[in-house]
T-cell receptor, first 108, second 113 residues
């Protein structure tokens, strides 16, 4: 019962911005959007989260549309180490509901 | 400060046995949740504990159980292991509440043979 839809895979050239889209059309008013990434065989790594305002931290920027039905994670200057599966998650209460994520491949 | 610590990192069990996995959350975090990750099903929520009480539960059979201690450390137990229980089991902790960061451990790899 994942609440998010993401493209299964994307490619990005090293040094360029990676823009990862996510649809969450059924999001409720008090549900946050979280982004995590997972490098093979490791635990998911927190990237960023937001409610309705755009957010930026040292890793990425999160752009949430005004109607909150979709969002975009932006990695401003992708490196080879950013190759991972990226999960967009809507947090419902105390649990994270993971979808299948986007497998991002950063290529030289 | 130390991150979420899970033990053991790797283990192999035989069908029918039981297993206990341990999780130490980040200091000060009171919410601990568990997830199962398999190639076929992806990451699935098992349960969440807060102040020694189970607060949320996913759709897993009763063979999967957990508990939380007064120091917020948590354990999960799987009884009567089946081959399909082979997975990466992840623990996550947070302070509590909506809009807070949730941190994951590196997981425990369970193989059932």
């Amino acid at each position: 019962d994942a609440k998010t839809t993401q493209p299964p895979s994307m490619d990005c050239a090293e040094g360029r911005a990676a823009n990862l889209p996510c649809n969450h059309s059924t999001i409720s008013g008090n549900e946050y959007v979280y982004w995590y990434r997972q490098i093979h065989s490791q635990g998911p790594q927190y990237i960023i989260h937001g409610l309705k305002n755009n957010e930026t931290n040292e890793m990425a920027s999160l752009i949430i549309t005004e109607d909150r039905k979709s969002s975009t994670l932006i990695l401003p200057h992708a490196t080879l180490r950013d190759t991972a599966v990226y999960y967009c998650i809507v947090r419902g209460g105390g649990k994270l509901i993971f979808g299948q994520g986007t497998e991002l491949s950063v290529k030289p | 400060k130390a991150g979420v610590t899970q033990t053991p990192r790797y283990l192999i069990k035989t069908r029918g046995q039981q297993v206990t996995l341990s999780c130490s959350p980040i200091s000060g975090h009171r919410s601990v949740s568990w997830y199962q990750q398999t190639p076929g099903q992806g990451l699935q929520f098992l349960f969440e504990y807060f102040s020694e009480t189970q607060r949320n539960k996913g759709n897993f059979p009763g063979r999967f159980s957990g508990r939380q201690f007064s120091n917020s450390r948590s354990e999960m137990n799987v009884s009567t292991l089946e081959l399909g229980d082979s997975a990466l089991y992840l623990c996550a902790s947070s302070l509590d509440g909506l809009g807070v960061t949730i941190y994951f451990g590196e997981g425990s790899w369970l193989t059932v043979v």
